[in-house]
């Protein structure tokens, strides 16, 4: 992935990772709109809203252990930024259940997401 993405964006969005691998759920949620729009990974369709998305997560983390690393950046035309990220995703045992290459793409109100989409690569 190549093109500039404001360092702050970059930023904002490697600590957004991290706080998701270390299940800081206020980071998480501190760094979205109330009214965001996040992909329902597991379900399909979306969540609107922080309320829905905290549970998802809890849930999600209830039942597996994923962990997402953001590899690159690009700008989309529209604005959006687009994240090329390492996924993996482990049982409770710590087995390895899917590992593999996403894009997650962001876009912004202000400082903060307001919507996530998933692109399969």
Do not use: C
């Amino acid at each position: 992935m190549s093109g500039k993405v404001p360092a702050a964006r970059q930023e904002l969005i490697t600590g957004f990772y991290a706080a998701f691998n270390r299940r800081d759920l206020d980071a998480l949620l501190g760094a979205l709109t109330a009214d965001v729009v996040w992909p329902d990974g597991s379900k399909g369709g979306s969540l609107s809203g922080t309320d829905e998305v905290r549970d998802h997560w809890t849930r999600q983390w209830a039942q597996s252990n994923p962990s997402f690393v953001p590899t690159g950046f690009r700008p989309e035309k529209d604005g959006r930024v687009a994240v090329l990220v390492r996924q993996v995703v482990k049982d409770k045992a710590g087995a390895t259940l899917s590992e593999g290459q996403v894009i997650h793409v962001y876009r912004f109100a202000e400082d903060l997401v307001s919507e996530m989409e998933i692109r399969e690569i």
